[in-house]
């Protein structure tokens, strides 16, 4: 009889336990703070108690994960991350961050703020994680209250290193993306001190849903290092509200998703909307307000480029500035409208893309131009002889990337092609002009 009992009364209680359970998830997921700052913990057993079973799920990596299609981005500051990811209308909405990933089950999660588009056939969940501490590493999992994936992780970039990626943009079809997110991936592997990735525009070809999908699809490796992007033609021209809609970043400039500035380590980034400049944008928005608008943002370079601190200023847009013609382009306009701010604020470094060739210049009034594409669609152009005269370096055999490396005295800029060679390198050095560079073929 008093094993009998026993027994009867363990089992109550496991049953107690898992009623107790459920109500403090429903309380919990009813009560949820807006968006509590990353690294509070809720009540509960520490990480060491924590069930097995419960420790196990922890760690293993769900394959939705992928699905969500995550994409991590940062803020103006170092102590900021943004991570993003697709569901549909009821969620999930919640993402728990820890710097300790056996704690995440007991940490309060950050509700994140939802984007409906395409119709209301698209929701996009974006959170803001704040807090963070440069070199540490932070785990997160996204889930609705209950059921959470499993966990992923990212590093906080002191910003010594981190690279570029020109026009993702495919050829022939959205299988191209494919060979794309390779690129994107053996990047990181074999060169995993990058920080985050700074991509140059024309990340579709057209603004629907199956091409955003495709690319998405495709950003695996974007849930672990951040991705920060800047629209081209081909995100829209008249408007790039769906861009704006997937993307999020640092609301400190005139369109706070298309123009925006934000700092890591010796550098501070200033990210322009060169599609501003087109004739269509001009039609769309009425010449007067255009006018106004062109205004504002040049007094917003003039003010991000006075006030930085950092020891360079690099700018990434999608036109190029000087590139291998005018021809089909807004570079023009950029030169007469933006150029002389640039020049007189201390620009060191302009990263591009839209021409699919990849070309350095030699420094021109103290600028040098660097021009990539990671993409599929290649230059029909350039014929193996008709660059321009500042041209110091060209490669049009190919996808590309540019490895950029900030030091106090100099800034080094490799360049890899899909095969993982290096097809150019330069090294620009502060307060040499014109700067030297070290060509290696």
């Known amino acids: 009889?008093?094993?009998?009992?026993?027994?009867?009364?363990?089992?109550?209680?496991?049953?107690?336990?898992?009623?107790?359970?459920?109500?403090?998830?429903?309380?919990?997921?009813?009560?949820?703070?807006?968006?509590?700052?990353?690294?509070?913990?809720?009540?509960?057993?520490?990480?060491?108690?924590?069930?097995?079973?419960?420790?196990?799920?922890?760690?293993?990596?769900?394959?939705?994960?992928?699905?969500?299609?995550?994409?991590?981005?940062?803020?103006?500051?170092?102590?900021?991350?943004?991570?993003?990811?697709?569901?549909?209308?009821?969620?999930?909405?919640?993402?728990?961050?820890?710097?300790?990933?056996?704690?995440?089950?007991?940490?309060?999660?950050?509700?994140?703020?939802?984007?409906?588009?395409?119709?209301?056939?698209?929701?996009?969940?974006?959170?803001?994680?704040?807090?963070?501490?440069?070199?540490?590493?932070?785990?997160?999992?996204?889930?609705?209250?209950?059921?959470?994936?499993?966990?992923?992780?990212?590093?906080?970039?002191?910003?010594?290193?981190?690279?570029?990626?020109?026009?993702?943009?495919?050829?022939?079809?959205?299988?191209?993306?494919?060979?794309?997110?390779?690129?994107?991936?053996?990047?990181?592997?074999?060169?995993?001190?990058?920080?985050?990735?700074?991509?140059?525009?024309?990340?579709?070809?057209?603004?629907?849903?199956?091409?955003?999908?495709?690319?998405?699809?495709?950003?695996?490796?974007?849930?672990?290092?951040?991705?920060?992007?800047?629209?081209?033609?081909?995100?829209?021209?008249?408007?790039?509200?769906?861009?704006?809609?997937y993307f999020h970043h640092v609301g400190n400039g005139p369109d706070g998703e298309a123009f925006y500035w934000f700092e890591k380590g010796r550098c501070r980034f200033i990210m322009l909307d060169s599609s501003f400049m087109t004739k269509a944008r001009q039609v769309a928005m009425g010449k007067g307000d255009w006018r106004r608008t062109n205004e504002k943002i040049k007094s917003w370079l003039e003010e991000a480029l006075r006030t930085s601190e950092k020891t360079w200023n690099i700018v990434v847009v999608h036109h190029p500035v000087y590139g291998l013609h005018d021809m089909f382009t807004v570079s023009p306009e950029v030169r007469e409208e933006w150029l002389p701010i640039m020049e007189e604020g201390g620009v060191d470094l302009v990263l591009c893309g839209h021409q699919h060739v990849y070309m350095r210049t030699r420094a021109l009034d103290g600028i040098v131009y660097v021009m990539g594409v990671s993409g599929a669609k290649q230059s029909k152009y350039y014929s193996g002889i008709n660059e321009p005269i500042y041209s110091e370096s060209i490669y049009a055999a190919g996808p590309n990337y540019q490895i950029l490396r900030a030091t106090d005295d100099k800034l080094e800029i490799t360049s890899y092609n899909e095969k993982g060679s290096i097809v150019d390198a330069a090294c620009i050095k502060k307060g040499v002009n014109p700067p030297y560079f070290r060509i290696f073929w």
């Not at 968006?35 to 799920?57: M, V, W």
């Not at 993402?95 to 309060?108: A, C, E, G, I, K």
């Not at 999992?141 to 209950?146: A, F, K, L, S, T």
């Not at 993702?168 to 074999?190: H, I």
Request: net charge negative; with cysteine.
């Open 1 to 245: 009889m008093g094993k009998k009992a026993g027994r009867n009364k363990n089992i109550i209680l496991v049953l107690a336990a898992f009623v107790v359970a459920g109500v403090l998830a429903a309380i919990a997921i009813a009560g949820l703070p807006a968006a509590p700052t990353f690294g509070e913990k809720s009540a509960g057993l520490p990480a060491a108690q924590r069930d097995p079973g419960e420790q196990q799920l922890a760690e293993t990596k769900a394959s939705s994960g992928d699905s969500r299609r995550v994409i991590l981005s940062m803020g103006e500051r170092d102590d900021t991350m943004y991570i993003s990811w697709s569901g549909d209308e009821g969620g999930p909405r919640l993402v728990r961050v820890s710097d300790d990933r056996y704690s995440l089950p007991v940490t309060v999660p950050v509700r994140a703020v939802r984007t409906k588009f395409f119709g209301k056939s698209e929701y996009r969940y974006n959170a803001m994680i704040t807090g963070l501490e440069v070199g540490e590493t932070y785990y997160y999992e996204i889930g609705d209250g209950v059921i959470y994936d499993g966990p992923e992780e990212f590093t906080v970039s002191d910003g010594e290193v981190f690279a570029y990626m020109g026009d993702p943009q495919f050829d022939e079809s959205t299988d191209d993306y494919v060979a794309w997110g390779a690129l994107a991936a053996n990047m990181y592997e074999t060169n995993p001190e990058v920080g985050f990735v700074l991509l140059g525009g024309d990340m579709v070809n057209l603004p629907k849903k199956s091409h955003w999908g495709a690319f998405l699809d495709s950003c695996g490796v974007f849930k672990n290092v951040p991705m920060m992007t800047v629209p081209g033609n081909h995100e829209g021209v008249t408007s790039n509200n769906t861009y704006k809609s």
